[in-house]
């Protein structure tokens, strides 16, 4: 684990989010609903739209919260204790989240550029898709201590996956755990030999209760969960609620200084033999950001689907 620390006043916690558009908005609207931070400032090219997102979100406050939200520009990245990086176009219909790379790489160079000047401490977390590749050039040329820079990764998609899983077994999916990890993109993959029911294995807990198991139900299940997020981009046009929720999860970490395990996204330091490139594992999460990734026991199937998933990021990552 990193050796600073990054302590911050519970009662002084300060957040920049980067873009205000439905993912930022939403993300800013959580935020407060969950009293997560003192101050919350939304930063956006269209000063226009983060000013209006601000007041409305401002007008609720005193009943659901105490957070001061405001519109700001970039010199309010100074003193943030975590600043989240939502700028960039949205997925379209029928895109994989590798399509967006030509318009997304240059606003987060832009935004890298906007920010370094200002930035004093805090973690960085990456939204914007393709979240693999924008952390990791985020992380290079912001040129941070390693886990300072962190993407959200996989943690959507194992939200999702854990959810059928739960409505699956008729269970709280607070007793569910598997995650899902690798690109968040087409080549993820979830880890079922880590799949457990309460600490239950989940062959092991199917069996004592009667319920079938096997690589049709995991099948039937993940091809749901893989559909998901296109299927409500068909029904509404994009997605914003759900990433919101878990970006919350990831603050609470960061700013209550209580460490959670989360399926991220960050510069791999020899992880499963991998350096160069940014995939999601699951990691510990904290006050520092990732505090430490977890190498935990695979089957080889399913390291070599993570070697795949680099080897195509990496390749991703050279024509860049």
Known sequence: M??????????????AIIGSG???ASIAYALTVKDLASEIVLIDIDE??????????QHGIPYMGTSSVRAGTFEDCRNC??????????????????DMIADNIETMKDVVNDIKPYYTHGVIL????PVDILTYKCAEWMDLPNGRVLGTGCILDTSRLVRRIADYT???IEAVKCNIVGEHG??????????????????????????AWGEEQKELLYNQVKKMGEDIIAAKGKTHYGIASCVCSL??????????????????????????????????????????????????DERIKLFESSKLLKETLKKL
């Open 170 to 172: 008729g269970l709280n």
């Open 22 to 24: 439905y993912v930022g």
């Open 186 to 211: 087409d080549s993820q993959f979830p880890v079922w030999s880590r799949l457990a029911i309460a600490g239950v294995p989940m062959d092991e807990y199917c069996s004592n209760v009667g319920l």
């Open 48 to 57: 226009k739209k983060a000013s209006g997102e601000a007041q409305d979100i």
């Open 126 to 129: 990456v939204v914007s898709n």
């Open 81 to 98: 204790d975590l600043t989240i990086i939502t700028a960039g176009r949205n997925r379209r219909y029928g895109e994989s989240r590798l």
């Open 251 to 300: 603050a609470a970490a960061v700013l209550n200084q209580r460490l959670t395990v989360a399926p991220v996204t960050s510069p791999l330091q020899g992880e499963y033999g991998l350096t160069d490139v940014s995939l999601s594992i699951p990691s510990i999460v904290g006050v520092n950001g990732v505090e430490h990734r977890l190498e935990e026991r695979w089957n080889e």
């Open 2 to 15: 990193s050796d600073t620390r990054l302590y911050a006043a519970i009662d002084n916690r300060k957040v």
